[in-house]
């Protein structure tokens, strides 16, 4: 059995690797020079930057990534931050524990979720947002900004509930030593002792269908046949590469601005996320160099922000986020590395948390991995699940 990979990203390299467990031969198929898409390392004055992720796995080694790469005996280290969190409040740094919120809003949430459960009478975050004292409403937008890149009128409570319930379960994250692309090698090495190929520079053009079967994918003008094929492009493209459109969802990607900075002193001196609740639009920031200090210079801190984009000028997003640094970094030497903006056909996810369809598409033989079918759990925990969904499928 032969399968087909449309797309080296991390999400096509998981289903590469599952699959040919399962014993498929694999081919992958990526468009650009290099693999791992926006889960990959580039390397700038010494800097480890990134392609798009922050160097992060939202549930460290405990999650479902970490849990799929253990199960597919893919060597990667991933350090477990301590503390998992903090709060930048009114000037003030918190550790980020359950006590840090007011007893009154989290009984008002447990009420919420208990409600939920027995009515299954769904309604956006903003609502149970609207009722909540100013501390955990703003810690909601940070949590959603840093760890979505959404606001709170952009996802269902149920949504948000099984995120929360993943993250209670497999608690805070973890960085991968050697970064992002530490993964994407691995899982590479694994797929080649499988006798898999990854084609880099190698463009699908079309997804070859006949009485709703995938049958192969078109590479230079050139049919391959394969007996399954995976796109790693989400639903929205892979109906372009078919040629007909099958969903009945509109499915909007979510948007971002990250900045990568350069520090000789560490700002946050520990591997865990801070939430920034006192900014206009930076929603955290994380200091990996403090769990792997290769990923910077001798000497020198990377430390990255992020912060959803809220409008669709991306100059006066840039310019509140760097207001925003300015005044969080107001004793600091810093230089800003790099600043990268991330929507339409390079965003934060092709799907926005909450609102993927699943993995299925109508035709036989072709599935959708990757953010643009993520299982309900964050960024790539999120894929990871439907991961898993995939091997039992197939
Ligand atoms: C700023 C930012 C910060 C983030 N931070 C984190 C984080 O810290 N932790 C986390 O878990 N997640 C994070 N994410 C999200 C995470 O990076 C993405 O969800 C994940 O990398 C998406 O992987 P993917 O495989 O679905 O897609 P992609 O990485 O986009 O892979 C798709 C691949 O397909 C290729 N391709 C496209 N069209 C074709 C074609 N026709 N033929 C062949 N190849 C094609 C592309 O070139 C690409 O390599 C972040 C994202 C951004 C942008």
Redesign the pocket.
């Known amino acids: 059995m032969r399968a087909a990979i ?8 998981l289903a590469a690797n599952v699959l040919a467990k399962k014993g498929y031969k694999i081919d992958v ?4 020079p290099f ?5 990959t390392n580039l390397n700038y004055k010494g800097f480890e930057l ?9 549930h460290g080694k405990r999650g479902p ?1 970490g849990q799929l790469l253990k199960k597919l005996d893919v060597k990667v280290e991933i350090l477990d931050s301590k503390p998992e969190g903090e709060v930048l409040y009114k000037d003030d740094r918190k550790e980020l524990t359950k006590k840090v919120a007011p007893l009154r809003t989290l009984m008002k949430f447990y009420a919420k979720s208990l409600a939920y459960r027995l009515f299954k009478k769904d309604f956006y975050l903003e609502k149970f947002q609207k009722s909540i004292d100013e501390f955990s409403s703003k810690f909601l937008d940070a949590f959603l900004g840093w760890s979505l ?1 959404i606001t709170p009128n952009e996802i269902l409570f149920s949504k948000f509930l099984k995120i929360y319930q993943q993250t209670m379960k497999f608690r805070g ?1 973890g960085i991968p030593v050697g970064g ?1 692309k530490a993964v994407i090698d691995a899982l590479i090495e694994n797929l080649k002792s499988y006798d898999g190929n990854v084609y880099l520079r ?4 079309k997804i070859a269908v006949k009485n709703s079967k995938a049958k192969g994918v078109f590479v230079k003008n050139q049919k391959k046949s394969y007996d399954l094929i995976i796109s ?3 639903h929205v ?1 892979a109906q372009k ?1 078919i040629g007909r459109d099958y969903l009945n969802a509109d499915l909007k990607e979510s948007r ?3 900045y990568s900075i350069a520090l000789r002193q560490p700002y946050l001196n520990h591997t865990g996320v801070l939430f920034t609740l006192n900014t206009s639009r930076i929603s955290g920031m ?1 200091e990996v160099t403090n769990a792997d200090p290769n990923l910077a210079p001798n000497g020198r801190h990377l430390l990255m922000a ?1 912060q959803p984009m809220l409008t669709t000028n991306v100059k006066y997003e840039i310019y509140l986020g760097l207001k925003d640094l300015k005044r969080i970094l107001k004793s600091y030497d810093y230089e800003i590395l790099a600043i ?1 903006s ?1 929507f339409d056909g ?5 799907v926005k948390a909450g609102m993927d369809v699943g993995i299925e598409t109508p035709y036989k033989n072709l599935f959708v ?4 079918a ?1 299982g309900d759990d ?4 999120g ?1 990871a699940l439907n991961i898993f969904r995939l091997g039992d499928e197939v």
């Open positions: 449309i797309g080296a990203g991390l999400g096509g390299l198929f990526e468009k650009l693999a791992g898409g926006r889960f990134t392609t798009g992720a922050l160097h992060m796995i939202p990534l890149s994250p992002c190698k463009k699908v053009e790693n492009l989400g493209e590469l971002g601005i990250k994380n992020h990268q991330y390079w965003p934060v996810n092709r991995v990757g953010d643009g993520k964050i960024e790539v925990d894929i």
